[in-house]
């Protein structure tokens, strides 16, 4: 009976170490698992494609250029024309006049033109002949000159300058107010000066102003 037993002791030995084999090579190789997933709170996915972002809005005084896409810059403002530039002013015409006191009293008034280089002026003159312009005029006064010249420098004229052209008729009117501290103070004069027998070289002329300052004397 011992030696029985004896016997199989190897027997029981090498199967209880094969079970431990087994099971100790059951617990080294696991089965695999599935793929691992994917962390909580993982990466978003890339945003989709803008939109394409609207025309910009017009410029002041030009087209704003096409938007860029998802809420694309509106476009830049065209630049505005360059406002235009007005004409350039000539220089005004003006009127001035003066006196001369002595054997006849006369009263000159001349019309200023810089653009045209020119004056026009015409002279009355205190006396008993009688008036041969078309001119209405105070009682005993008459046109004694009337012209036209290019010497602007100096149109306060008692008498026509060398060169100077002479009107041969006038129409329209003139008066004058008369002071204290000077013989006459201003005259209010509506004459066309008219040109003939020169072949129509020399269109009317025109001597319009109102109040115009004859105070001071002739030079």
């Known amino acids: 009976?011992?030696?029985?037993?004896?016997?199989?002791?190897?027997?029981?030995?090498?199967?209880?170490?094969?079970?431990l084999i087994v099971g100790c090579s059951d617990k080294?190789?696991?089965?695999?698992g599935g793929a691992a997933g994917a962390p909580a709170?993982?990466?978003?996915?890339?945003?989709?494609?803008?939109?394409?972002?609207?025309?910009?809005?017009?410029?002041?005084?030009?087209?704003?250029?096409?938007?860029?896409?998802?809420g694309g810059w509106g476009g830049a403002a065209g630049a505005g024309g360059a406002a235009g530039l007005g004409g350039a002013g000539g220089?005004?015409?003006s009127y001035s006049?003066?006196?001369?006191?002595?054997?006849v009293d006369r009263i000159s008034v001349a019309k200023r033109d810089p653009a045209r280089s020119l004056c026009a002026v015409i002279v009355f003159a205190d006396g008993t002949s009688a008036n041969p312009s078309g001119v209405t005029l105070p009682q005993n006064w008459k046109v004694e000159f009337a012209f036209i010249t290019t010497s602007v420098g100096a149109c306060e004229l008692r008498a026509p300058p060398t060169g100077a052209a002479r009107s041969t008729s006038q129409t329209g009117t003139a008066s004058w107010k008369t002071g204290t501290a000077a013989p006459f103070t201003t005259a209010d004069v509506d004459v066309v000066l008219h040109f003939t027998g020169d072949g129509g070289a020399i269109p009317d002329e025109a001597i319009r102003a109102t109040g115009v300052d004859v105070s001071h004397a002739c030079q």
Do not use: Y
């Not at 009976?1 to 079970?19: V, W």
């Not at 080294?28 to 695999?32: F, G, I, L, S």
């Open 1 to 19: 009976m011992t030696s029985l037993l004896r016997q199989r002791a190897p027997i029981a030995t090498l199967g209880l170490g094969l079970l």
């Open 28 to 32: 080294a190789a696991p089965a695999d």
């Open 41 to 70: 709170g993982g990466r978003s996915g890339g945003g989709g494609a803008g939109a394409t972002g609207g025309g910009g809005a017009t410029g002041a005084a030009g087209g704003g250029g096409a938007g860029r896409g998802g």
């Open 91 to 93: 220089a005004a015409v």
């Open 97 to 103: 006049g003066c006196n001369f006191i002595g054997g």
